[in-house]
């Protein structure tokens, strides 16, 4: 069975950092994309960020380019995200999840960490 | 950037009912389009993608269909479980991006 364990939400000052952990397990962690989407209080999905199986391709919402960095070690199965320069906007509930094999849709998803980011 | 519109963005609907929820993109996205279930409190669910194809466990009372920048979500038998919030996402090009949710209540 696929799990995706998310960690590292909590509160923090505008400006601050915070990086957010995925432990995954029930699958073959380095043989598929992975991607970070956020969920604002009240709000729709948003994608953040998504990285290739072996880390050399990454991509990112306009939105958070030069403040967030993702990254995973397949050694350990996992998947981060590096937050730096937060904002009030980027209050959210935070959602690791795994492609399909083939394609850039999420799978599976793990049942997110909040991240608040207020002073 | 490839808009997602869906609609409508709420509706209510009685145990039974087929209800339908319609995603348009902004250009052609090559059937590259999911659908996702999200029950309050939850993560979301996927249900459908390639437009069309039900994701393995997903109940047959979920279709999806369309091409080009018009898509559906059907479910044929409304039952209380199927109460949710529904996005559509297409996967197409960068970045990724849903549509705004269409939030089913029970009648």
């Known amino acids: 069975e696929v799990q995706l364990v998310e960690s590292g939400g909590g509160l923090v000052q505008p400006g601050g950092s915070l990086r957010l952990s995925c432990a995954a397990s029930?699958?073959?962690?380095?043989?598929?994309?992975m991607s970070w989407v956020r969920q604002a209080p009240g709000k729709g999905l948003e994608w953040v960020a998504n990285i290739r199986q072996d880390g050399s391709e990454k991509h990112y919402v306009d939105s958070v380019k030069g403040r967030f960095t993702i990254s995973r070690d397949n050694a350990k199965n996992s998947l981060y995200l590096q937050m730096d320069s937060l904002r009030a906007e980027d209050t959210a509930v935070y959602y690791c999840?795994?492609?399909?094999?083939?394609?850039?849709?999420?799978?599976?998803w793990g049942q997110g960490t909040l991240v608040t980011v207020s002073s | 950037d490839i808009q997602m519109t869906q609609s409508p963005s709420s509706l209510s609907a009685s145990v039974g009912d087929r209800v339908t929820i319609t995603c348009r993109a902004s250009?052609?996205?090559?059937?590259?389009l999911a659908w996702f279930q999200q029950i309050p409190g939850k993560a979301p669910k996927s249900l459908i993608y390639?437009?069309?194809s039900l994701q393995s466990g997903v109940p047959s009372k979920f279709s999806g269909s369309g091409s080009g920048t018009h898509f559906t979500l059907t479910i044929s038998s409304l039952q209380p479980e199927d109460f949710a919030t529904y996005y559509c996402q297409q996967y197409n090009s960068y970045p990724l991006t849903f549509g705004g949710g269409t939030k089913v209540e029970i009648k």
């Open positions: 999840a795994r492609d399909d094999y083939n394609y850039r849709y999420f799978q599976h």
């Open positions: 250009q052609g996205i090559n059937n590259y």
């Open positions: 029930g699958f073959t962690f380095s043989t598929y994309w």
């Open positions: 390639a437009a069309s």
